[in-house]
């Protein structure tokens, strides 16, 4: 069975700091990885994802994530956060699960920016 | 384009009564999905389909039932509304060829 497990709950950070959410998966198969993010009372808006290729991914807003196979993680990271980059962030993986593509997502990592 | 629409966008419920949650995409997309968001809890695929006139059980399925007569239509159906089932509701979508799923802007239940 496909796992997702976001280590953090909560991130509080200060405006242009850096920021990591963590991000580790269990597959027993070949998967793609997303992350997510949620604005307060707003759908989730994809930020990125990998398929397959370089490890490290770009997205949207200047986020990015580093693949990595052996130790089953895709961290999300940006080097500099801005208050609007306040919201709430989801990882999750893709894989064939009963015959279907199917999306299995961590419990979300509520990232907060203070001036 | 409107991509994914929910409707509708809020309701309250009384324990027992009925409702059905209407999806709509334009993406001509094959597969959609029915989520439930919880705190603490992420999202969780309640029904899905892979096509017109098919359906299946996800993770969290008791309780609702889901019907997809038209291919840009999934609806949701909680035919005795519990307490429990108050949550956020999501619907997405994504084409057989890719596995990007795009997501509607949500519905908010709450059964009293």
């Known amino acids: 069975a496909q796992s997702v497990t976001q280590l953090d709950s909560q991130v509080p950070v200060f405006e242009e700091a850096p920021v990591e959410l963590r991000c580790n998966y269990s597959?027993?198969?070949?998967?793609?990885l997303f992350w997510y993010v949620q604005y307060p009372n707003q759908g989730l808006q994809l930020l990125l994802k990998?398929?397959?290729?370089?490890?490290l991914v770009k997205g949207i807003n200047g986020f990015e994530a580093e693949f990595n196979k052996s130790q089953t993680s895709f961290h999300l990271r940006k080097p500099s956060v801005h208050i609007s980059d306040t919201a709430e962030y989801f990882c999750?993986?893709?894989?064939?699960?009963?015959?279907?593509?199917?999306?299995?997502f961590g419990q979300g990592t509520r990232l907060t920016i203070n001036p | 384009n409107a991509g994914v629409t929910q409707t509708p966008k809020f309701r309250v419920l009384k324990t027992g009564q009925s409702m059905t949650l209407l999806c709509a995409q334009d993406?001509?997309?094959?597969?959609m999905y029915w989520y439930r968001q919880d705190p603490g809890m992420g999202l969780r695929l309640i029904h899905y389909s892979v096509g017109e006139g098919t359906t299946a059980k996800g993770e969290v399925p008791d309780g609702y039932n889901v019907s997809r007569l038209k291919k840009q239509n999934f609806l949701l159906g909680l035919e005795s509304a519990a307490p429990s089932q108050t949550s956020v509701y999501f619907c997405a979508s994504r084409t057989f060829s890719a596995n990007e799923q795009f997501f509607g802007p949500g519905t908010r239940l709450t059964v009293l």
């Open positions: 999750a993986v893709s894989g064939l699960i009963q015959g279907a593509q199917k999306l299995v």
């Open positions: 993406m001509n997309h094959e597969y």
């Open positions: 990998y398929l397959s290729g370089s490890t």
């Open positions: 597959s027993s198969v070949s998967v793609y």
